[in-house]
Structures are given as structure tokens and as C-alpha cells.
């Protein structure tokens, strides 16, 4: 007991719980091969659909190919993705009552949504890593240096960890499988409405505005930024597409500033 009331022991006991849950959603992925098929499959075509059907319509500002335009905004995408898959494994969890058994359980607190958006984590790297693949095929390639393309990734990463506790939360508000699955549709427009795909200049003002604030536009400029991809923001700009790096971080420190509370509060409160 003494082990557990101290803070090292609290940190060991919710780590272990944590990752034999991420165990669990790896393992649950295993026994569903549709999921991991569309989850590989869905990256590829994305580089093929929009680099190929888009990208002889599209002029990249200051000239550059569009694919390595692209690549970046596709990565920002899949890492945006991430708190949809999240909500919609914890909603089916909660509809089946999986999580009133684990709260009848001996575990951390924390565990529960910490082996969710770690394994989520785990699927992202395997993603990105299809994507970068599919990418180099289609003639991108970060241009910079092996040491900026480590940083655009990691920021990946920590935004990827950052959103999946967003999808923690939303899942456990809704409780309801059918209804996750009508919310996913709508992540869509939020990946469309950045600098993603198109550029921001001939937008309207109001539209314009949402689009620069958008943290999909803050990572996609950064990771051109770092990659040395065309269509690193320049001139008069929008303050997270002058500051990109920074404004990913400060995006990333305030969800989990917001959410992780709020997912730790809505599952200790989910039993009641």
C-alpha cells in the first residue's frame, strides 16, 4: 500500500495498467484486419488521389512541385485524424459497458486513457510511416537534413498525442458508438479548411482568418518549414504561420493543459 501512495509508485502502477491496456487495443486491431488494412491502405491513396488528380490543377505559390507541396499537408491530415479514432474506441467501449468493468477494477485512473492514446500513438507512427513511403514514390523528399526532418515529425507526434486526448474526451461524452460515427465526418472539413491542400491567399477575410488559426495550417507550414518543401509561409502572415514551430507547441501544451483533466474527470465520473 505504502508503494502506491507514494508518487513513484503511483507513476510505476499507472504505466503498468497503461501499457497492458495499449497491449489491448493492439491486440483488439490484431483480430480486426479490416481495420488495419484501411488504416495502411488510407494514407497511400490520399498521396495518389490528391497528388495526381489535384496537383495538375493547383499552382504552388512561388513555383515548386505540388506533391512535395502536398506531402505536408497530407502528414498534418493523418495526424489530425487521430481524435476520431480515439472517440470512436472509447464510445464503443463505453455503449458496451467495457469501461464500468474497468472502473470495477484495481487499476489507475489514469490507465484507461493512457493505454487509448498510446496505442493510438503506435498507429500514427504506422501511418505516417506508409505515408512517407508513398510519398518518396511519388517524388517528395525532405530537402533540409535528417535533423529538421526528425523535428517536423516529432511535432507530429506530440500534436498526434495532443489531439488523440481530445478524442478520449468526446468519446467518453457521447457513450455512444452510432453517434461517434456520425461526428467522424465532421474532421473533414476541418482538415480542408487550412492551407493543407490549397493555399490560404484567395480565401475570403473571415475564411481566410479561420484557416490561418487553424493548428493543421500551424503544422503543415512548420513541416514544410522543416522539410524545405514549397510553400513555407512568407511576407505578411498570420502569427502561427509566421511562428509555425511555436505555434504547434503551444496548440499541443494547451489541449493536454484542457483535455487530459477533462478525459481523467468524465471517465471517474463516467460510473456514476
Known amino acids: 500500500m505504502t508503494v502506491l501512495t507514494s508518487p513513484l509508485g503511483r ?15 493492439v491486440g483488439r486491431l490484431r483480430q480486426e484486419p ?32 505540388y506533391r512535395e507541396y502536398l506531402m505536408p499537408g497530407l ?14 474506441r472509447m464510445a464503443g467501449d463505453a455503449s458496451r459497458g467495457v469501461m464500468d468493468r474497468f472502473r470495477s477494477m484495481p487499476m489507475a485512473r489514469l490507465a484507461v486513457p493512457f493505454g487509448q ?14 505515408m512517407v513511403g508513398a510519398g518518396l514514390l511519388v517524388g517528395w523528399q525532405p530537402r533540409n537534413g535528417l535533423i529538421p526532418m526528425t523535428q517536423a515529425f ?83 502572415v498570420a502569427w502561427p504561420l509566421a511562428h509555425p514551430v511555436t505555434a504547434v507547441l503551444l496548440w499541443s501544451a494547451a489541449l493536454l493543459a484542457i483535455f487530459v483533466p477533462l478525459s481523467i474527470r468524465a471517465y471517474m465520473r463516467g460510473g456514476r
Do not use: C
Open 11 to 25: 507513476l510505476r502502477w499507472t504505466l503498468t495498467d497503461g501499457l497492458t491496456l495499449v497491449g489491448r487495443e
Open 34 to 65: 479490416g481495420q488495419i488494412v484501411a488504416a495502411l491502405v488510407f494514407p497511400a491513396v490520399m498521396v495518389v488521389l490528391f497528388g495526381y488528380v489535384f496537383g495538375s490543377a493547383i499552382q504552388v505559390p512561388g513555383g515548386g512541385d
Open 75 to 88: 502528414f498534418a491530415m493523418v495526424t489530425f485524424s487521430s481524435w476520431l479514432g480515439v472517440m470512436t
Open 117 to 130: 492514446t498510446g496505442a493510438d500513438l503506435l498507429i500514427g507512427l504506422l501511418m505516417l510511416a506508409i
Open 154 to 236: 516529432l511535432l507530429m507526434v506530440v500534436l498526434r498525442y495532443a489531439l488523440s486526448w481530445v478524442g478520449v474526451h468526446v468519446g467518453l461524452a457521447v457513450k455512444n458508438e452510432q453517434v461517434a460515427d456520425v461526428l467522424v465526418p465532421l474532421g473533414l472539413p476541418v482538415t480542408m479548411l487550412s492551407n493543407a491542400f490549397v493555399p490560404t491567399g484567395g480565401m475570403p477575410g473571415w475564411l481566410r482568418f479561420l484557416a490561418d488559426w487553424n493548428p493543421v495550417s500551424a503544422l503543415t507550414a512548420a513541416s514544410r518549414e522543416l522539410f524545405g518543401n514549397p510553400g513555407a509561409p512568407s511576407g505578411d
